[in-house]
C-alpha cells in the first residue's frame, strides 16, 4: 500500500476526475489484491499488475451509456474547463471559417471579377461556400450573369438604351444635392 498506493491513486484521479471515488477504487484494488494474491504469477512487476486489477475497476465501476462506451463521471470544474475549451476552440474554427470564406460585399465583388478572370483556387473555394449559404448572393450572380449574357446577345440595343449624357433634370437634382452637403 505504501509503495503503490499514491501511483494508483493518481492513474485512478486521472481517469475518474472524482477524489473520493479514486479513493475507494484504490481501496477496492487493494483488497481485490489481497483476495487474489495466489493468482500473481510475477510475470510482470507488482505495480502493474495492481494497476491492471484498478483499470479493471475503473471500468466496471463507470457504466456504460447505451452504445455500451464507459461514461467517466466529471466534476463541476472539469466541465466548466471542457466547456471553455470547446467554446474557444469553436471560436478559433470561426475566425478561420470568416477567413476563407468571403462576405457578401466581397463575394459579390469576387462574382463580378469570375466574369472577366478565373479566379485562384482558394477564392473560388470560399465564394462557392458563400453561395451554398446565402440565396441573395446566388441570385445576384444570376441577375450578373444573364446581364452579361444580354449585353453580349443584343449589344446594340445596350448603347441604344443607355444615354451618354446626363439629363437635365439629373443635372439639377445634383447641383441641389452637392449645393446641400457643402454647406
Avoid at 471559417?97 to 466581397?106: E, H, I, Q, S
Avoid at 462557392?128 to 440565396?135: M, Y
Avoid at 441570385?139 to 440595343?157: S, V
Amino acid at each position: 500500500m505504501e509503495q503503490h498506493g499514491d501511483y494508483l491513486f493518481k492513474f485512478a484521479l486521472t481517469r475518474l476526475r472524482d477524489p473520493a471515488k479514486a479513493e475507494d477504487l484504490v481501496q477496492e484494488t487493494f483488497l481485490a489484491a489481497l483476495k487474489g494474491g495466489d493468482k500473481f504469477a510475477g510475470r510482470s512487476a507488482e505495480k502493474s499488475w495492481l494497476a491492471g486489477i484498478l483499470k479493471h475497476k475503473i471500468l466496471g465501476d463507470v457504466a456504460p451509456d447505451a452504445h455500451g462506451l464507459a461514461v467517466l463521471p466529471r466534476n463541476e470544474l472539469v466541465w466548466k474547463a471542457d466547456v471553455k475549451l470547446i467554446k474557444s476552440l469553436a471560436s478559433a474554427l470561426k475566425a478561420g471559417f470568416r477567413a476563407l470564406v468571403p462576405t457578401c460585399r466581397d463575394a459579390s465583388r469576387l462574382q463580378s471579377d469570375a466574369l472577366d478572370q478565373a479566379l485562384p483556387l482558394p477564392k473560388r473555394f470560399g465564394l462557392r461556400v458563400h453561395l451554398l449559404v446565402c440565396k441573395w448572393c446566388r441570385r445576384y450572380g444570376n441577375q450578373i450573369r444573364f446581364l452579361r449574357q444580354a449585353a453580349h446577345e443584343h449589344p446594340d440595343a445596350v448603347n441604344e438604351a443607355s444615354p451618354s449624357t446626363l439629363s437635365p433634370d439629373a443635372r439639377e437634382r445634383l447641383k441641389r444635392t452637392l449645393g446641400k452637403k457643402s454647406n
